[in-house]
Nanobody, 126 residues
């Protein structure tokens, strides 16, 4: 059964950086459309980044230029490198996967993905 496990969250100061990892089991991250989502307290889960099978990426405007999504096929891990963090980045971060070549125009929709991790908390204090 496909499994995803996020790690790397924590409490950090504004302006610092953090890298999240999502370890995949029973499938290869290189063969799937992969995404990162986050859910702030009291808000809906929002898509913030995705990576197609060919490495093409998409980003939400709120993180563009600050966050970077990448895959390590050898380790079978999806990463989210986050820089210049601010309080609005606080939330639970989830990785997601769907067996598709393209993430497509709906990359930021939760319904696009079939598999989800349990999430990792990121708290940014100013």
């Amino acid at each position: 059964q496909v499994q995803l496990a996020e790690s790397g969250g924590g409490s950090v100061q504004a302006g610092t950086s953090l890298t999240l990892s999502c370890e995949a089991s029973k499938f290869s991250v290189g063969d799937y459309c992969m995404g990162w989502f986050r859910q702030a307290p009291g808000k809906d889960r929002e898509g913030i980044a995705s990576s197609d099978r060919d490495g093409r990426t998409n980003y939400a405007d709120s993180v563009k230029g600050r966050f970077s999504i990448s895959k390590d096929g050898a380790k079978n891990i999806l990463y989210l490198q986050m820089t210049s963090l601010n309080a609005e980045d606080t939330g639970v971060y989830y990785c997601a996967a769907v067996k598709a070549y393209w993430c497509g125009g709906g990359w930021s929709a939760t319904g696009r993905y079939d598999y989800w991790g349990q999430g990792t908390q990121v708290t940014v204090s100013s």
